[in-house]
């Protein structure tokens, strides 16, 4: 098969084997344009789902004007910082394969932790919400408007594939019903998912297009060279990425200590205590605790609504007056969208420590009563 897996999608150190070529050509092009491909890429820990999704992304992307992205790795976002689960559009090709880059979502729910774990009940409510969404605007009555018509969508998934892990991943594959999954297997075939459609317990269901293909780097004993992640650090880089957009990018902020140090004099929008709910995702707070267990957390801006609160954004609770009855909030979501926020939802994603400990700078997320003088 030709592949439209072009060199300039070789980034530096990204290595496309040539079946992961033909796979992502295969969802692109092996389907009439009408309903558009919906692909669920799934695999172990490190095989390589994230980055077959870009490849996918990008080979879709010469066909189709514009591809959604359905993110369900919390820990391992795409586009948004940790704990967000989200629908983004994309309609240009990235060139670096190797690195995220953050985007708006077109729809985000904010989950609050960094694994499905502790609430899978929730976590599969919000991505089947996120689906029917993508299916309202982008499959039924055409795509609703006409440049809506024929947009694919590619779904990322965890590595979490044992257990309850497994569990989720097939009730999600079953809701969405793909047009292609993509499994991504490694040598170590104990911890791949099972072979074919694994989620089918019923013969006479309609079986999607399985496409199998192995991890991209193997050594001279055919076995998957798997990189290991410092996924700390790198949910840490995504949070500072996010709130690095409260500055104008052609502000010099190149450093940890100069982000730190920004934000700190950065002045805070003041919410009114009054104007808000604040709910906490994942555990109960007594009520006199609640502003305690705030200040200096990262929290989720959200919409309430009757089904599930829209997510504008995060931002970091700089300081609370509790003389005056008002939050100081940093945040990037611009201000239009904040008018509309109306719910605090806190969790456990937390500033990164590196942000709090910089050198010769007292941190003001850990004393009280401070704000800063610009
Ligand atoms: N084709 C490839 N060429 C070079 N490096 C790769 C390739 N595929 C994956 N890697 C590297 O392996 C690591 C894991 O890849 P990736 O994040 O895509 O896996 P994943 O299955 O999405 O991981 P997780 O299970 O944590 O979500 C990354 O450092 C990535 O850059």
């Known amino acids: 098969m030709a592949s439209f897996v072009d060199d300039e999608f070789q980034s530096a150190n990204i290595f496309i084997p040539e ?111 996120l689906y029917d969404y993508y299916r309202r605007t982008y499959l039924l009555s055409n795509g609703g408007s006409p440049g809506n018509a024929g947009v694919p969508l590619v779904i990322n998934t965890t590595g979490w594939v044992k257990g309850i892990g497994y569990d989720i991943l097939v009730d999600i594959i079953k809701y969405i019903s793909p047009t292609h999954v993509v499994k991504i297997c490694i040598s170590s075939v104990s911890k791949n998912l099972p072979a074919g459609a694994f989620w089918l317990d019923d013969d006479n269901s309609d079986v999607p297009t399985v496409i199998e293909v192995n991890s991209a780097r193997r050594d001279s004993f055919n076995r998957s060279v798997l990189v290991q992640k410092d996924a700390r650090l790198l949910r840490d880089l995504r949070v500072m990425a996010y709130f690095r957009q409260c500055f104008p990018s052609d502000m010099k902020i190149t450093t940890i200590k100069e982000l730190s140090r920004a934000l700190a004099a950065h002045p805070p929008y003041e919410i009114p205590i009054s104007s808000i709910k604040i709910k906490h995702l994942h555990c109960e707070v007594p009520k006199n605790e609640v502003l305690y267990s705030l200040n200096a957390t990262i929290v989720g801006l959200a919409v309430d609504s009757e089904n599930f609160p829209d997510c504008m954004g995060l931002g970091i609770v700089r300081a609370i007056d509790t003389l005056k009855h008002v939050l100081y909030v940093l945040t990037p979501v611009p201000k239009s969208s904040l008018q509309k926020v109306d719910l605090l939802l806190q969790g456990f994603v937390e500033i990164p420590t590196c942000l709090l400990q910089v050198q010769g700078c007292i941190s003001p997320y850990m004393s009280a009563d401070v704000l800063p003088s610009a």
């Open 19 to 129: 079946e992961w070529s033909d796979a992502a050509d295969s969802v692109a092009y092996d389907s009439n344009t009408s309903p558009p491909p919906v692909a669920f890429v799934c695999g172990p820990k490190n095989s390589g789902k994230t980055t077959f999704s870009r490849v996918l992304v990008n080979v879709l992307l010469q066909r189709y004007k514009k591809v959604a992205y359905l993110d369900t790795d919390v820990g391992q976002t795409e586009f948004t910082p940790p704990g967000l689960l989200s629908l983004t559009t994309i309609d240009k090709i990235t060139s670096d394969l190797s690195i995220p880059c953050l985007k708006t979502p077109e729809r985000c729910f904010f989950f609050g932790d960094i694994s499905s774990k502790r609430d899978p009940k929730t976590y599969l409510a919000y991505i089947f919400a």
